[in-house]
Every structure is written in structure tokens, then in C-alpha cells.
């Protein structure tokens, strides 16, 4: 119950933070780098493991460094929870251009987990809707994550979804997040 009260007022504040938040120029290869290093510090014998990939030596955004870390910490905390003991999360940054976004940066995480039930893939997005694992802590989550993800992406002018990765055969493999924000504004 104190979990959910903190993520209630939490999501809540959420508003009013990010229209106080002062936007500046984000490296999200160095804000990625530095939360993959400290998850690999904090990793216990058993849990997936997480890692980082980017296609270019920075990746810059205009925005609000505490949210966005918040975004990412949200996904990576998902994937390593619908991960398998021993599996991998993966998180990529690249340059993208997006039909929705236009130029900016492309984040993807990736687990080898379930994947996320088609008819789901928006719901998941809502306050409060929560799915898990068989054998995953009661309590341990409010269903507020995704939400304020989203709630957080769609503020820096971005976009944020879920789909399927899939093998050769066509069978889920796993999920995969995407997180696209425009280019660094001058």
C-alpha cells in the first residue's frame, strides 16, 4: 500500500514537474551508459542481465535529464522483470527519423520475456493496469510505470510504444520498448 500511495502522489506531482523542469540538451549516450554501468553494480547472481549499445558516440535531445532517466529506469526495471533468470535486457540509443517524430534519437530495451499480448499493447499504457509474471511479488508494482513513461515522453514532444520481437519462424522472442524524442532544438 506505501508503494502505491508514493506512486499515486508521485504521478501526480508529474505535471507540475515537468512544466517546472528546464530543458537543456541531454546526452542520452551518457545518461544511458551511466544507468546500464550502475544496474550492472547493482546485479544479483540470476537476473538478466543489462546492456548498452549506441550507434553513435552521442546522442543529444532537448529536455529534462531527472524525468527522462525516470522514462528509462521504468522500461529497464520492466524488461528485467519479464526477463527470464540469466537473460539479457538490452538497451540501444541511435540517431533516428521517425515519420511521427521527425529527427531525433531512438531508444529501444529489449527482454527475452513473453512479449506483450497484441490486443494489450495500448492498455498496458494506462494508470493502473498491471500484468505479470507468474511468481512476481504482490505489491511489488502499481501499474504506474507505463504511464508515467508515456505521460513523460509525450511532454518532451516524443513517443513511446511497445511491439513484439519476434524469431526467423515468427515466434515471440520477447518485447521490445521504443522511445523516440526530437533532435536537440538550438
Known amino acids: 500500500i506505501d508503494r502505491l500511495i508514493t506512486d499515486i502522489s ?8 515537468l512544466a517546472r523542469a528546464k530543458a537543456e540538451p ?14 550492472g553494480e547493482l546485479r544479483r547472481e540470476g537476473e538478466a542481465e543489462v546492456v548498452f549499445t549506441a550507434a553513435a558516440p552521442h546522442v543529444l535531445v ?3 535529464e531527472a524525468p527522462l532517466g525516470r522514462v528509462f529506469r521504468n522500461l529497464i526495471d520492466n524488461a528485467k522483470t519479464f526477463s527470464p533468470p540469466g537473460g539479457t535486457v538490452r538497451v540501444a540509443v541511435s540517431n533516428h527519423v521517425g515519420p511521427d517524430v521527425g529527427p531525433g534519437a531512438r ?20 494508470r493502473f493496469y498491471t500484468e505479470r509474471p507468474k511468481g ?16 513523460i515522453v509525450v511532454a518532451h514532444g516524443g513517443r513511446i510504444f511497445a511491439e513484439n520481437r519476434r524469431d526467423a519462424d515468427g ?3 520477447g ?12
Open 26 to 39: 541531454v546526452d542520452l549516450v551518457t545518461l544511458l551508459r551511466e544507468m546500464v554501468d550502475f544496474y
Open 175 to 186: 518485447a521490445r520498448f521504443v522511445v523516440e524524442l526530437p533532435e536537440q532544438r538550438s
Open 10 to 17: 508521485n504521478a501526480s506531482r508529474l505535471d507540475a514537474e
Open 107 to 126: 531508444v529501444t530495451i529489449d527482454d527475452d520475456g513473453p512479449g506483450v499480448p497484441e490486443e494489450n499493447r495500448e492498455q498496458i499504457f494506462e
Open 171 to 173: 515466434a515471440v522472442v
Open 136 to 151: 512476481a511479488a504482490f505489491g511489488s508494482h502499481s501499474g504506474l510505470g507505463l504511464a508515467i513513461a508515456r505521460q
Open 62 to 64: 532537448t529536455g529534462a
